[in-house]
């Protein structure tokens, strides 16, 4: 939770690396432009958005 809005990030799909640290992602209710220039990440990573910047990137667990 976000210390100063309150607001959650949300977990999206990294659908393409676009120019300038910026990525289109699938949200689950469609495409959005974000920035990713805090992360590294790829196409099919997840990571977590807040205020269209991306903040984080998931792992998946080891079983």
Do not use: F
């Not at 210390?3 to 910026?22: F, H, N, W």
């Not at 805090?38 to 958005?49: A, F, H, I, M, S």
């Amino acid at each position: 939770m976000c210390i100063t809005c309150s607001d959650e990030a949300v977990e999206v799909t990294v659908m393409t690396l676009l120019d300038d640290g910026l990525a289109r992602v699938d949200t689950g209710e469609g495409i959005e432009e974000i920035s990713v220039a805090l992360v590294e990440t790829g196409p099919g990573d997840r990571v977590l958005v807040h205020a269209k910047e991306a903040i984080g990137v998931m792992h998946a667990s080891a079983e």
